[in-house]
Structures are given as C-alpha cells and as structure tokens.
Nanobody
Framework: VQLQASGGGSVQAGGSLRLSCTAS????????MGWFRQAPENERDFVAA????????YYADSVKGRFTISRDNAKNTVYLQMNSLKPEDAAVYYCAGPIIWRSMAWASDHWGQGTLVTVSS
C-alpha cells in the first residue's frame, strides 16, 4: 500500500489546514492509521491516530482540542483537520499506518511521503 499525503501549506498562526492521506495500490484494511510530524532537527513525533471504525482516536497532548483526525474507509482516506495552528506546529507531516504501540510509544514502520506545514507568527 502506498500512502499519499496532501494538504500542507503555509498559514498564519490561528489558521487552519486539512491534511489528507489516501492509500493507493491497496487499502488501509483494519489498521490503526494516523499522522506523525517532524520539525527540523527534531525526531518524528506522534500526532494522532484513529481506529478502523473511527470510534477511537488518540492525540498527542500538544494538539488535543485543536486537531481532529477522521477517516473515510470507502475512499481509503484519512484526514487531519488542524485548527488554531501555532508556529510550533510547523513541520513535515507524515501519514502512517499501521500504527502500533511499541516501547511505550506510538510507532509505525510504514510511511507516506510528507507534506510540509509552515505557520507564521
């Protein structure tokens, strides 16, 4: 399965963006899917994840209340609605899945290409 992320861009602080991740050459299956991000000189950090049913979602503390993850299994697409963006949200955002809990952290071994989000203050 190839994961294709899109929707990144440049916004001012307080603005919004919606990222999309679409699977090609396959489907998401019943995997936990989600997003990570990586700012320059930082490690890749977990942002959000969603179960196949969509009933359960998980967020990094830093984005709770501002970001919303959702998925449309019929379209093989996962979304990340990002509101009230802050300069510290600027990063390359990566779609990932399946996401697993490993060594006390969310992780994934399968990534899409990233999409860049820049936030100006």
């Amino acid at each position: 399965v190839q994961l294709q992320a899109s929707g990144g861009g440049s916004v001012q602080a307080g603005g919004s963006l919606r990222l999309s991740c679409t699977a090609s050459r396959g489907t998401f299956g019943t995997y936990l899917m989600g997003w990570f991000r990586q700012a320059p000189e930082n490690e890749r950090d977990f942002v959000a994840a969603i179960t196949w049913s969509g009933r359960s979602t998980y967020y990094a503390d830093s984005v709770k209340g501002r970001f919303t993850i959702s998925r449309d299994n019929a379209k093989n697409t996962v979304y990340l609605q990002m509101n009230s963006l802050k300069p510290e949200d600027a990063a390359v955002y990566y779609c990932a899945g399946p996401i697993i809990w490993r060594s006390m952290a969310w992780a994934s071994d399968h990534w899409g290409q990233g999409t860049l989000v820049t936030v100006s203050s």
